[in-house]
T-cell receptor, first 112, second 113 residues
Framework: ETGVTQTPRHLVMGMTNKKSLKCEQH?????MYWYKQSAKKPLELMFV???????ENNSVPSRFSPECPNSSHLFLHLHTLQPEDSALYLC???????????FGPGTRLTVT | GENVEQHPSTLSVQEGDSAVIKCTYS??????FPWYKQELGKRPQLIID?????GEKKDQRIAVTLNKTAKHFSLHITETQPEDSAVYFC????????????FGQGTELSVKP
């Protein structure tokens, strides 16, 4: 349960704020992912990093900016978000992109 | 690109009955099919997965079947228990597209005691 951690667990921000979500994995994995989970919708892949290099940007608006300083840490920088960006943001990691993904507990984001 | 359809969106069964959730995928090159369980307020967790070189895999009360020709795979839960109540997600992965997972829409399973 502690293999992938995310902070904060809950975040409320205004549309003009700038905030960052943090993910850390302690599993020695090389791939990390950001997903968005909205109510009644499937998990939406946002970004993929493999060995610190971004390999996927799934047409995500530029108000979401990922950063992967090393294989253990992944950030999602948020600025000028919209109310429809309110969702659960999940981080995941895997040994590489062909293997099982382990999810973090998520950050519940509310944009007011 | 890959598209995964999952049915039903909600499923209610009596304790002890079986539950079946079905997924279809569009990309015949996909070769890895995991199933995740997400309990209310918790993270998705892998419960079983299957690769395209086998047709069926079983782990105690859960099993997954894969029909590559028809491009569909199913999750079977037997002797359901209230603690099986959760949202279940299927996914498909194509190694030619970096192995990223494409998820189905999810099935909310409710097991009534």
């Amino acid at each position: 349960e502690t293999g992938v951690t995310q902070t904060p667990r809950h975040l409320v921000m205004g549309m003009t704020n700038k905030k960052s979500l943090k993910c850390e994995q302690h599993l020695g994995h090389n791939a990390m992912y950001w997903y968005k989970q909205s109510a009644k919708k499937p998990l939406e892949l946002m970004f993929v990093y493999n060995f610190k290099e971004q390999t996927e940007n799934n047409s995500v608006p530029s108000r979401f900016s990922p950063e992967c300083p090393n294989s253990s840490h992944l950030f999602l920088h948020l600025h000028t978000l919209q109310p429809e960006d309110s969702a659960l943001y999940l981080c995941a990691s895997s040994q590489d992109q062909r293997y099982e993904q382990y999810f973090g507990p998520g950050t519940r984001l509310t944009v007011t | 690109g890959e598209n995964v359809e999952q049915h039903p969106s909600t499923l209610s069964v009596q304790e002890g009955d079986s539950a079946v959730i079905k997924c279809t995928y569009s990309d015949s090159a996909s070769n890895y099919f995991p199933w995740y369980k997400q309990e209310l307020g918790k993270r998705p967790q892998l419960i079983i997965d299957i690769r395209s070189n086998v047709g069926e895999k079983k782990d105690q009360r859960i099993a997954v079947t894969l029909n590559k020709t028809a491009k569909h795979f199913s999750l079977h839960i037997t002797e359901t228990q209230p603690e099986d109540s959760a949202v279940y997600f299927c996914a498909a992965s194509n190694p030619n597209q970096g192995g990223k997972l494409i998820f189905g829409q999810g099935t909310e399973l409710s097991v009534k005691p």
